[in-house]
């Protein structure tokens, strides 16, 4: 890894690091879904920090080029969020879902007794 | 004995005259709910003005979600039997008496009115027809069970369906999955013959652009849910 890759790798992970914070700091964020978001900047962090283990985990897994190592742990961090992403939405459309069903039930009820 | 017509409704401004006054006349022994999925037309206007029985959601929720308020509703005013009638007029409330009789005497928790036992009426489209046959053998397969009109949305169930159904039910394209469902927590099924109209205005849920799509997402959801344990 170059020296120049390794400061603006350092440089931009801090930057997420600091946004990632201050949105969870401004609950714009939940601390739920930050978590592997703020993993993944660490990931990038230590690795620009040290980056002999970039060359250690392609060697472990068989990788020639570190950097394709790299775009690897990346792309694998990435569809753990994604993933933790599409769960969350199911979860939220199943609960809109019933909530618009219970809305629509209540206001039923409200209606028939105001018209009484 | 109480018995729910659950009607689900997504702009059917102009079909729910008719079925109202046909289940007056040849149902009236059946109370009935109309669900307007938010509709984009006056499907509540007409309801309001003409003081029918019927529920609005607030956001469109599909039809799996509008026909599942309906058996939240039959589950919570304690409705013994339900039955759904699509809103825009393809089934005839003169074949509830039949679907009705079938459930009482043979002891029935689910009952299926079927275009293809007597193969009379509207039969659908050749490709639609096809593609139900697919579900159909694809269900037989996973259920040891054979029904044949696996789409259709003319079914009644008792008690036990509805609090089964008011739990859970799937969001889109419900009827194949829901079958399984049932025989997966060990529910009888039967069919019974009917005839069904042509849809007399307004677009079916099923666009034709999307049938790729609806094959495609209701044969997963059917062999998900044929591995299923609870």
Known sequence: MSLKLQIILIISSLLSIFL?????????????????????????????????????????????????????????????????????????????????????LLRYQYENERAK | MKKLIIIPAYNEEDNLKKLINNIKKYAPSFDYIIVNDCSTDNTAEVCRVNNYNYISLPINLGIGGCVQTGYKYAYQNGYDYAVQVDGDGQHNPEYLKSLMDKILEENIDFVIGSRFIEKSGFQSTLSRRIGITFLSKLIEFTTGTEVKDVTSGFRLGNREIIKCFAKSYPRDYPEPESIVTLKRKGFNIVEVPVEMLERQSGTSSIKSMKTVYYMVKVSLAILIDWIKTT
């Open chain 1, 20 to 104: 990632l914070v201050d949105m969870i700091r401004k609950e714009s964020l939940g601390l739920k879904y930050s978590l592997s978001w703020l993993t993944s900047a660490m990931m990038i962090l230590i690795l620009a920090l040290f980056p002999d283990l970039i060359d250690y985990t392609s060697l472990l897994l068989g990788i020639v080029n570190p950097m394709n190592a790299l775009f690897f742990i990346g792309n694998l961090f990435l569809l753990v969020i994604i993933l933790t992403l599409t769960i969350a939405v199911s979860r939220s459309s199943v609960r809109v879902k019933e909530l618009t069903q219970e809305v629509a």
